[in-house]
């Protein structure tokens, strides 16, 4: 999933229709919108979060809460014309006085500093219910009747669905008890932490650079306004 931002006139030029069952028509129209300055741009969701946050912060003088909450969402909402170049000379010049580099420099420290957590799918233990003895073929035969593989009901289950953390699959995982020693070995008694018990904190994933932040400059000034999709 990601944001996908159109400029409403960019480069003072009206966006071409396009009908996107032609092939022909469908190749000029993409041709034209990455050759034309502020016609589109684009930022997945673990960009767009921090972008957009920062950018409301800096210009919360420029951008209502409105337009701040409602650029969290894919739901279309217009951005002005004058308020998509006010924006843009802000950043212009938080990166000429350096402040954009020092809230990056910050944020990444901060980013970095953000402590572990633990795997939620062996509750931080780094041994899975029913992986017990994974470590060697006589500790599993401690705690199994056999090393083969039993029915596995993981195959039923997407990571999708673990990643998007459906309680009900969660409590599911921790229950399947039926794996092969090889495959409890293999992942070291969790395939999610690899026996660790700890998880790179979720909220790593987020990335702010300056270039990012540079380029929507860029296309808000050309944009002649923009939609948040
Ligand atoms: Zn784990």
């Known amino acids: 999933m990601g944001y996908d931002l159109y400029g409403l006139r960019p480069s003072d030029m009206e966006v071409p229709d396009c009908d996107f069952s ?3 028509t469908t190749k000029a129209y993409f041709a034209w919108q ?14 767009w979060r921090p972008l957009w946050g920062y950018v409301t912060e800096s210009c919360d003088d420029i951008l209502s809460s409105k337009d701040a909450l409602k ?15 006010k924006i843009a000379r802000r950043i ?6 350096g402040e954009l580099r020092g809230f990056v420099q910050s944020y990444e420290e901060w980013s970095n500093n953000l402590s572990d ?32 593989e039993v029915e596995n009901a993981d195959e039923s289950i997407s990571v999708a669905q673990v990643i998007a953390g459906n309680a009900g699959i969660l409590n599911q995982l921790k229950q399947v008890q039926q794996v092969s020693y090889r495959w409890a070995n293999t992942c070291k008694g969790c395939n999610s932490c690899h026996g660790k018990g700890k998880k790179k904190n979720f909220k790593r994933s987020y990335f702010l650079n300056e270039a990012d932040v540079i380029e929507f400059g860029d296309f808000c000034r050309h944009s002649g306004g923009f939609t948040i999709h």
Do not use: P
Not at 72 to 79: D, L, V
Not at 92 to 97: F, V, Y
Not at 125 to 137: A, I, Y
């Open 92 to 97: 212009s010049k938080l990166n000429k006085n």
């Open 117 to 148: 957590e633990d795997c939620n799918i062996c509750d931080g233990t780094g041994t899975r219910k029913g992986w017990e003895g994974w470590q060697s073929e006589s500790e599993w035969l401690k705690h199994h009747d056999t090393l083969d």
């Open 22 to 24: 032609d092939d022909d």
């Open 34 to 47: 990455k050759n034309t300055m502020g016609a589109y741009f684009r930022s997945n969701m673990w960009g």
């Open 71 to 85: 650029g969290t969402h894919n739901g279309g909402h217009k951005i002005s014309k004058t308020k998509a170049i």
